[in-house]
């Protein structure tokens, strides 16, 4: 069994402000994903571009994700979480900076990117932290960090639409910076220490540039299938290359053994589902409301409401689940649930504009968008080694991403037809309910975890 190289097993007392000082970094990631989507319109205007041209800024971010946290979380486990932690802070905050200076679509993107490699790093790392320092309580901790993340996204549009008003849309970098600076000092003095390195094992990068070619393949097919349906073809054939390359691998970027144990996979899939819910919400909500005319500002709190919900949400389903009162299959079906519940009443609402069906949308799937996420979580975690656990959290984040990704590829076919939006959404939500069947059975509070 491989050496653990990261956070040290002990049982001493954590430093005080140890989740505090993670938190200013992780709350950073819905951050960003929300505020650029209120800022899509600002910089397709500034910058003369096409509305489906902007939504590059937020498929490289997508992409470069989902990408990047398998690969931060794997490196977490082997030359040390905290390391990595505050790397991941520095190249997001270099990120941020280049974001705010950009004047053109490619430098923007080049921007995001490394945003995304940066956000991706500390995400991953922060959560494997958290898993491995506080294993009896988990579901609760991944509550409350949870909370303060949902409370990042639901202040992401409406402090992204007042800074684009009064500032522009450069503004929602500049915000970044000082909560960064914040995060790499106190994380410097906090932090618990990595333990000594004993080996040195190389990363998969061939696995990971494999995975990102086909995540670009992807997303290019899903935003013009008739332009690039010839990528489907190869994109399959890298597919299964992919496979093979990563059960030979030493260290392989997406390690495949963990599907097979109980609910990580289910786990996984929930997640992508959800996050694509989500996503498509967060996305498809501004444009549509911008193109009835409806105040950016307004908007901004259209937007700040869903992610309220889903915050509270979240609170409760982790309370829920540390206190033994339901399983985390059932938490994530009645989640699911509502999702599509969301979605019937809107498509039934007698409405010739849509508008009323979209704020009940966003605000009832508010709900059920947060209220199995710590489920998903926690099922994903707990299901792997602890030496593994940055790698279960790389993975559990790129499949929150891939959902991201997908949604934000479909928005070009989904923008002129709200109908099919709707349609599309809740196809999701019940593909989301038929794997909550996946997760294991029981509702354990977790003591010991197994090495």
Not at 175 to 182: C, D, G, I, Y
Not at 242 to 259: D, G
Not at 399 to 423: K, Q, T
Request: aromatic share 6%; hydrophobic share 55%.
């Amino acid at each position: 069994m491989p050496v653990p190289l990261s956070l040290t097993e002990t049982d001493a007392p954590l430093p005080r402000g140890l989740v505090p000082a993670m938190l200013t970094g992780m709350v950073l990631v819905p951050l960003n994903s929300t505020m650029i989507a209120v800022g899509l319109d600002a910089i397709a205007h500034q910058l003369g571009l096409s509305v489906a041209a902007a939504v590059w800024v937020v498929s490289a971010y997508l992409i470069t994700m989902a990408i990047v946290q398998p690969l931060g979380g794997k490196a977490g486990d082997l030359y040390g979480h905290r390391r990595l932690f505050l790397a991941g802070a520095v190249v997001f905050l270099a990120g941020s900076v280049l974001g705010a200076a950009a004047g053109s679509l490619a430098t923007l993107i080049v921007a995001r990117c490394l945003q995304a490699l940066g956000a991706g790093v500390t995400a991953t790392n922060g959560s494997a932290i958290l898993r491995r320092s506080f294993p009896a309580t988990l579901s609760q901790v991944l509550g409350n960090v949870g909370v303060v993340q949902s409370l990042g996204a639901a202040v992401g549009p409406l402090l992204g639409s007042v800074l684009i008003a009064r500032f522009g849309w450069p503004s929602i970098f500049w915000v970044n910076l000082p909560v960064l600076a914040t995060t790499i000092l106190w994380g410097w003095r906090v932090l618990p220490p990595d333990a000594p390195r004993t080996t040195a094992r190389p990363l998969d990068i061939t696995g990971a540039v494999g995975l990102g070619g086909i995540l670009v393949s992807a997303t290019l097919a899903l935003k013009d299938l008739a332009v690039w349906a010839w990528l489907l073809i190869p994109g399959a054939l890298a597919a299964v290359w992919f496979v093979r390359h990563e059960r030979a691998a030493a260290e392989p970027v997406v390690s495949l053994p963990l599907f097979r144990r109980p609910g990580f996979a289910a786990a996984n899939g929930s997640i992508l589902a959800a996050n694509g819910f989500m996503y498509t919400l967060l996305l498809w909500s501004p444009l549509f409301l911008r193109a009835h005319r409806v105040p950016l500002t307004t908007v901004g709190i259209l937007l700040l409401g869903f992610s309220l919900m889903s915050s509270g949400a979240a609170f409760g389903g982790s309370r829920l689940l540390a206190r033994g009162r339901i399983e985390r299959g059932a938490l994530v079906r009645v989640s699911f649930a509502i999702d599509a519940a969301a979605i019937v009443l809107a498509l039934a609402l007698p409405t010739t504009t849509q508008l009323g069906a979209d704020v009940l949308v966003l605000l009832a799937a508010g709900v059920g968008s947060g209220l199995g996420t710590v489920a998903m979580q926690s099922t994903a975690l707990l299901a792997a080694p602890r030496h593994q656990a940055g790698t279960a959290s790389g993975v559990y984040s790129t499949s929150r991403y891939l959902g991201s990704i997908m949604a934000s590829a479909a928005l070009a076919w989904l923008v002129p037809v709200p109908a099919l939006y709707l349609v599309v959404l809740g196809g999701v939500a019940l593909v989301g309910i038929s794997l909550s069947f996946g997760y294991p059975r029981g509702v354990p509070v977790p003591r010991t975890l197994s090495a």
